[in-house]
């Protein structure tokens, strides 16, 4: 007869290799790696915590160090490849596949280790189709987490950054894995239960914070006046007629323009309650003005932000906070509120092709996806009617009858014509294609899909690809924003002055805003230390933003 | 509901060269020499193809300052960093020693990296000959006041001629230094010193630390309204330059490296200066910051 329960055995059998090195649930932190060794088995498939912002640092840096004579072959299922730890398991023979997300950090080392066949890689995903796949086809085995602080029977608090935790040990420990977290300390009863420990097999104390990335912190100093102008645009030409409240912005400095807008340019607009007031969106430093002045009823964070702390705890009507008072985060549930929820999505790339296609990828940078691809993507599966949504429904598709159309997300880039070091934002073709002809991949890593784009915002107008009713027009639509790139100089003046006719291209004169207003005094706060100041003191910068 | 916070209009820090001349002194009273019109740009960047600038990022003339006549000069920090090299070096040069032959005092507005290293023999020369007609100016009657607080700092050349001024003034943003953080990193490791921590950067050598040290003879607010009130301030002393006051200003700085030679971060010299809580410096505004440097270390005497 066959036996139904071997899973739950094979992680009997691992919590008792486990026990010999433990008290308890607690395992010292000097016998992780022979630890580990006793719990894992080769072929294992690991998820090894960490994203683009809190890291398990002390227990890659473990997994680093175990025998590859003893373990090897693992398959990483993990979000992020963003430590020098999770490239040296592959280096050394303890992991062979991969499939992750997020690579920003590692992009250069680990496109090397994919061209030099170091690494079997199965997919690169957004966060949310991992997670998913956590659930179907790439459930762990063996989980190894990040907390702040565990009681002695395994509940754990995770404190601001709770981000990936509960998908991970959701998965893995309910279908018979094992899970190990490391925690900045052992405590004798923790502020709040973000994980029940009857879910946590093992616990290493590490004696300090688990590593977070400050990444969504933009110095408003960085801001220049051609971002300042995309951002007006943006808010005039797009938050206000489309009346867009719920929302996600990308990371980058025109994102953090508009919201260093809002309280200034939008309130001269009257805009104030009537867009921006409910978003999915990390605790950026930048829409400190725009809070406290009133615009933002609330917002659920993905995870948290370095020296948020204190205003967040201090702002509960704004965040989503636990019975401790500090932010709860959740990646999985913002991912999805950002797809579902949301009626916009805005955020900046480094190339555009002529179909509208964008990619951070660049030929010798790998930096993965995140949850771009799932925030700047219309999402097929709704059905909940919002203005905006219908409205940009109703431009794509007029000649359908309104109660058998779809809606439409906007999915917006923004960006100047030529980025970082002058480079042109727009090109006939992107370095993605070339990638994936050179590692043979099935799929070229497009960031976000020319039908998923919505509109192109520059400096010199905003595209509405929503309008544009065949290729050509939308070809010669983004090349009319495209400014002096040379996709821009070889656009068909008349077709563009024609499109312009219609609307699907509007200059900053065609909406009333003299390029001239642009000037960083439109910002509510021109430097870290004017949000810091603008917190009321709450918001504590990282020792890298200061200059002061 | 209002915003917390409202920035002034114009930020010393933010603003440019022409900005700051323009709401520092009396309102439409700049004149300016060897102005951009006439194109005085550098003989060198070309041969590097680089772009030059009509003003070769430093900008000189003659204005009043509460009615009375004179001469300012400013770097523009957004021209490569307010780097010194030839044409730039020269107008000061010139303005100083109009200074001398008009006896007029002179404002500096400092907003630089140091010497431009694509004409680095030139701007060497530069600096050497500023030094020499500031202190020829001075020994003159003419009072040549330094104010810093731009984004490129004052280091460099820029940090020896603000060392022969009559005056300091700076704002918490404003850097002062010979060595740039960078410099000191690849030079001599990032244990020594760590460029990136921009913390560690300020409290080495921003304002609050030069003001602490002696290094700086007024605090200021980062904009053009707090600059003329500690300029008019500094200029109702009276100028001088003599061996007594290079006698007391060695004798200061003997003073100083006792005390604090043997240092290994600023907020121990803090600590020294009887400041009770050091760490907390940097975030103190500026009301609470003049508070607890009331017992810091006395500025030139050679000053």
Sequence with gaps: MRDWATQKAARAARIAAGASFARGKVVQAADLAPFLEAVLRPGDRVCLEGDNQKQADLLADALAEVDPGVIHDLHMVQSGIVLPSHLDVFEKGIARRLDYSYSGPQAARIARMLYGGQIALGAVHTYLELFARYFIDLTPQVALIAAVSADRDGNLYTGPNTEDTPTVVEATSFKDGLVVAQVGEIVDRVPRVDIPGDRVHFVVEAGRPFHVEPLFTRDPGSITETQILTAMLAIKGLYAPYGIRRLNHGIGFNTAAIELLLPTYGEKLGLRGQVCTHWALNPHPTLIPAIEAGWVEQIHCFGSEVGMDDYIAARPDIYFTGADGSLRSNRAFCQTAGLYACDLFIGSTLQVDLSGHSSTVTTNRIAGFGGAPNMGSDPRGRRHPSEPWLKAGAEADPDTPAPLRRGRKLVVQIGETFGDGNVPLFVERLDALALAEKLDLPLAPVMVYGDDVTHIVTEEGIANLLLCRDPDEREQAIRGVAGYTEIGRRRDAGMVARLRERGVIRRPEDLGIDPLDADRSLLAARSIKDLALASGGLYRPPSRFRNW | ?303
């Design chain 2, 1 to 303: 509901m209002t915003p917390a916070f409202e920035p002034e209009a114009l930020s010393w820090y933010e603003g440019s060269a022409r900005q700051r001349i323009a709401a520092l002194v009396d309102p439409g009273s700049f004149r300016e020499a060897v102005g951009p019109e006439e194109r005085a740009t550098s003989p060198h960047l070309a041969l590097f193809d680089l772009p030059e600038q009509f003003d070769d990022g430093m900008i000189v003339g003659q204005a009043a300052f509460k009615g009375t006549p004179i001469l300012v000069a400013a770097q523009e920090g957004r021209f490569m960093g307010g780097a010194v090299g030839e044409v730039h070096g020269a107008k000061l040069v010139g303005l100083l020693r109009a200074a001398k032959s008009l006896a007029l005092d002179v404002l500096v507005l400092f907003d630089t990296g140091g010497v431009r290293l694509q004409e680095a023999n030139a701007g060497e020369t530069a600096i050497a000959e500023i030094m020499r007609a500031v202190v020829e100016a001075r020994l003159s009657g003419s009072r040549v006041v330094g104010l810093i607080g731009g984004r490129s700092g004052c280091y460099g050349g820029g940090g020896l001629i603000a060392g022969c001024c009559s005056a300091l003034l700076v704002t918490e943003q404003g850097r002062i230094g010979v060595t740039g953080p960078e410099v000191i990193e690849t030079n001599r490791g990032v244990e020594e010193f760590d460029a990136r921590d921009r913390a560690l950067v300020w409290r080495t050598m921003g304002g609050k630390h030069r003001y602490l040290i002696g290094g700086a003879d007024r605090y200021v607010d980062d904009g053009p309204e707090a600059f003329r009130a500690a300029v008019r301030d500094v200029l109702a002393a009276p100028g001088r330059l003599d061996l007594a006051t290079l006698d007391a200003e060695q004798a200061r700085l003997e003073r100083r490296l006792a005390r604090f030679g043997a240092a290994r971060d600023a907020t121990d010299i803090w600590s020294a200066l009887g400041v009770a809580e050091a760490p907390a410096v940097p975030g103190l505004s500026t009301q609470a910051f003049r508070a607890v440097a009331l017992g810091r270390e006395s500025a030139h005497d050679a000053r």
